[in-house]
């Protein structure tokens, strides 16, 4: 076998000591740390921002059907006036009586 020719002769192999392997993985560490801390405050951030949208979707579902029945009240106010200002100018004038005026 020592015959053979070495395929790897001409490549050149760096080698790092093992203060530099030592410090490269330090470094590494850290920012994996540095990662793994951002992870979990974003993950709190995230929590805190579904929570609210939650609370604020509640909130403006509630404000819409709040809304909608102010409405709604307020036509049924409209048109009970809309009668009373109806019966005041032509007294005597009974519903029956609104789809034929002329009817005796």
């Known amino acids: 076998?020592?015959?053979?020719?070495?395929?790897?002769?001409?490549l050149q192999i760096k080698t790092e000591s093992s203060d530099d392997t030592k410090q490269v993985l330090e470094?590494?560490?850290?920012?994996?740390?540095q990662t793994n801390k951002k992870i979990e405050e974003l993950k709190?951030?995230?929590?805190?921002?579904?929570?609210?949208?939650?609370?604020l979707m509640?909130?403006?579902?509630t404000l819409y059907k709040t809304a909608k029945q102010e409405l709604n009240r307020k036509d049924k106010?409209?048109?009970?006036?809309?009668?009373?200002?109806?019966d005041r100018r032509y007294?005597?004038?009974?519903?029956?009586?609104?789809?034929?005026?002329?009817?005796t």
């Open 58 to 61: 509640k909130n403006i579902s």
């Open 91 to 103: 007294p005597g004038y009974s519903e029956s009586n609104r789809s034929h005026p002329y009817k």
């Open 27 to 33: 470094q590494l560490q850290q920012t994996q740390n």
């Open 1 to 10: 076998m020592d015959d053979d020719i070495d395929l790897y002769g001409d």
């Open 77 to 86: 106010e409209i048109n009970d006036l809309r009668q009373r200002l109806e």
């Open 44 to 55: 709190m951030e995230v929590e805190r921002l579904r929570k609210q949208n939650n609370n």
